[in-house]
């Protein structure tokens, strides 16, 4: 069974940063695409950035330049650095691994932005 644990949410002031980190537990997670989502009060969850196996990544549009995704398989660990922050950034984020046809989901971290 696979867990991811996310930290490093917070409170933050516009064009500040912020970097957060997933753990994940299990055997899996250098094979599988990982990735951030987040989801801000009365919307649905997005896509924010995701990595390959092999180190690719994807970006949503809005945050192109600003975030940062990068993975350890090493250390099974996944990162988003977030910089430039706006208030429209703010959300709960969610580290997801996806391996074949399942998508494991951590409890997500709050991220918010003050202006």
């Given at each position: 069974?696979?867990?991811l644990v996310e930290s490093?949410?917070?409170?933050?002031?516009?064009?500040?940063?912020?970097?957060?980190?997933?753990?994940?537990?299990?055997?899996?997670?250098?094979?599988?695409?990982?990735g951030w989502y987040r989801?801000?009060?009365?919307?649905?969850?997005?896509?924010?950035?995701?990595?390959?196996?092999?180190?690719?990544?994807?970006?949503?549009?809005?945050?192109?330049?600003?975030?940062?995704?990068?993975?350890?398989?090493?250390?099974?660990?996944?990162?988003?650095?977030?910089?430039?922050?706006?208030?429209?950034?703010?959300?709960?984020?969610?580290?997801?691994?996806?391996?074949?046809?399942?998508?494991?989901?951590?409890?997500?971290?709050?991220?918010?932005?003050?202006?």
């Amino acid at each position: 069974q696979v867990q991811l644990v996310e930290s490093g949410g917070g409170l933050v002031e516009f064009g500040g940063s912020l970097r957060l980190s997933c753990a994940a537990s299990g055997s899996i997670f250098s094979r599988a695409v990982a990735g951030w989502y987040r989801q801000a009060p009365g919307k649905q969850r997005e896509l924010v950035a995701t990595m390959t196996s092999g180190s690719t990544p994807n970006y949503a549009d809005n945050v192109k330049g600003r975030f940062t995704i990068s993975r350890d398989n090493a250390k099974n660990m996944v990162y988003l650095q977030m910089n430039s922050l706006k208030p429209e950034d703010t959300a709960v984020y969610y580290c997801n691994i996806r391996w074949l046809s399942t998508s494991y989901w951590g409890q997500g971290a709050q991220v918010t932005v003050s202006s």
